[in-house]
């Protein structure tokens, strides 16, 4: 069966930081990896999607990777800022339903 | 401008009644979705729907039941039966790449949320 771990559940970091949050999974046969922000009482919102195929993606200041063989994905995510402050979820595709994490709660810092 | 709507955002019911929960998407997607969070913890699945007619138990769905008559519309009906029903219920959709769909395909989009209160 499919775990997902997420580590840290808590990170703080004052402003401008650069940081990686990590997710880790138990089945390296995934479709896919999608990164999501939750913001409190909120749904959740797609940060990036990375296909099994791929290595990473970017947007932004937002940088995912994929290392499927060791079962790792990173989110990167540079010159951090007080709008970041929320709770990021990775998830992975299995057959179209998708695995979550519990998530890390980031906060940085003015 | 597609999106995904629940409604309502804040719901509250005694406990023993049967209480549905609506989901609408106006993206062309197949795939629905139902999650529930728990305070602290990541979405757990629900029920799950791939196209129309047609729904799947996922991992929590005692207590929990589904209909998909119509692409848009994928409503949850929490019963009395699901022991614990106080939580923040969230809807998704995906696409598959299909002609008129939005959005990216694979992804998968959410709704708002509806949090649900039993007492």
């Known amino acids: 069966k499919q775990e997902v771990t997420q580590i840290p559940a808590a990170l703080s970091v004052p402003e401008g930081e650069n940081l990686v949050l990590n997710c880790s999974f138990t089945?390296?046969?995934?479709?896919?990896l999608q990164w999501f922000r939750q913001d409190p009482g909120k749904g959740l919102t797609s940060l990036l999607l990375?296909?099994?195929?791929?290595r990473e993606q970017t947007s932004g200041r937002l940088n995912a990777s994929l290392d499927k063989s060791s079962g790792r994905s990173t989110l990167y995510i540079a010159a951090s800022q007080p709008g970041d402050s929320a709770t990021y979820l990775c998830a992975v595709s299995d057959t179209g339903k998708l695995i979550f994490g519990q998530g890390t709660t980031l906060q940085v810092k003015p | 401008d597609g999106g995904i709507t629940q409604s309502p955002k804040y719901l509250f019911r005694k406990e023993g009644q049967n209480v549905t929960l609506s989901c609408e998407q106006n993206?062309?997607?197949?795939?629905m979705y139902w999650y529930r969070q728990d305070p602290g913890q990541g979405l757990r699945l629900i029920y799950y729907s791939q196209i129309v007619n047609d729904f799947q138990k996922g991992d929590i769905a005692e207590g929990y039941s589904v209909s998909r008559e119509k692409k848009e519309s994928f409503p949850l009906t929490v019963t009395s039966a699901q022991k614990n029903p106080t939580a923040f219920y969230l809807c998704?959709?995906?696409?598959?790449?299909?002609?008129?769909?939005?959005?990216?395909?694979?992804?998968?989009?959410f709704g708002p949320g509806t949090r649900l209160t039993v007492t």
């Open positions: 990375i296909q099994s195929s791929q």
């Open positions: 998704a959709s995906t696409g598959t790449g299909g002609a008129k769909e939005i959005g990216r395909p694979y992804e998968q989009y």
């Open positions: 993206l062309n997607h197949d795939a």
């Open positions: 089945d390296s046969a995934i479709y896919n």
